[in-house]
């Protein structure tokens, strides 16, 4: 079945990076884009990164040049490279996917931003 798994996240201080990464399985991963999505409490889920499965990648406004999404087909894992974090990227961060039998999210790991 289609598995999503996100590793990576952590307490950091402003300022600091973390890089998260997301397993696929169950599914051929060179042939789907991946987005990473964040919840922050209170909020909505919100779109922060895209690659396509031709390598383009998109961004929301609040991470450009701060965040880079990758992926390597040959491990079927996307990463995210988060510099320069902020106590506002403070939030859950989700793999997401949208497949023809549905859309599929990971589990989320916890990304907190604090001094």
């Known amino acids: 079945q289609v598995q999503l798994v996100e590793s990576g996240g952590g307490l950091v201080q402003p300022g600091g990076s973390l890089r998260l990464s997301c397993a696929a399985s169950g599914f051929i991963f060179s042939n789907k884009h991946m987005h990473w999505y964040r919840q922050a409490p209170g909020k909505e889920r919100e779109l922060v990164a895209r690659?396509?499965?031709?390598?383009?990648?998109n961004y929301a406004d609040s991470v450009k040049g701060r965040f880079t999404i990758s992926r390597d087909n040959a491990k079927d894992t996307v990463f995210l490279q988060m510099n320069s974090l902020k106590p506002e990227d403070t939030a859950v961060y989700y793999c997401f996917t949208s497949l023809w039998s549905g859309d599929y999210w990971g589990q989320g790991t916890q990304v907190t931003v604090s001094s």
């Open positions: 690659i396509t499965s031709t390598g383009d990648t």
